[in-house]
């Protein structure tokens, strides 16, 4: 790691600790003394999403976030427990170092963690996602969570 107030090439870890997805660094010139901050971050694989129509996109956190921020709409679900759905389905990719997700393996890791969290949000979920039409399908997927 370079000083960036002298340039020179070797400094000192004073000082490390987590930051929330970072680790935080203290750093010391050994040449001028001088002490600076860095933040080493874990460089995950980029994400693809291989859409119905064979198409592919990069993973937007955000589209899923608000996919489920609509089906918790008016249920007792806070945004933090949203937000864990989502790193946890990340987490749960990148530690398999996959680079291409199907959008029906995201929609079944969302529907799972509904599942234990709110019967309502995950009846929600997925009528859009398994795009019902008809009146049977809410019906049948109701019969399911009732055994």
């Known amino acids: ?3 960036p107030f002298c340039g020179y090439g070797k400094t000192e870890v004073i000082d490390s600790r987590p930051s929330e997805d970072k680790k935080r660094r203290r ?3 050994v040449q001028c003394g001088k002490r600076f901050t860095t933040y080493e971050v874990v460089e995950k ?3 693809m999403v291989i ?3 064979g ?3 990069p993973f937007d956190r ?3 976030i608000a996919g489920i921020m609509s089906a918790t ?3 007792v679900i806070s945004p933090e427990t949203v937000t864990e759905i989502v790193d946890g389905i990340e987490n749960k990719l990148a530690n398999e170092m996959r680079t291409e997700v199907s959008t029906a393996e995201l929609g079944d890791e969302v529907l799972a963690a509904l599942k234990n969290i709110d019967l309502v949000a995950y009846v929600r979920f997925a009528s859009v996602y398994k795009d019902f039409n008809d009146l ?3 019906i049948a997927i109701i019969r399911e969570l009732s055994h």
């Open 45 to 47: 694989p980029m994400l």
């Open 73 to 75: 709409k008016k249920r």
């Open 27 to 29: 750093r010391e010139c």
């Open 136 to 138: 049977d399908s809410f």
């Open 1 to 3: 790691m370079r000083c």
């Open 62 to 64: 955000s589209k899923l």
């Open 51 to 53: 859409k119905k129509n």
């Open 55 to 57: 198409g592919f996109e």
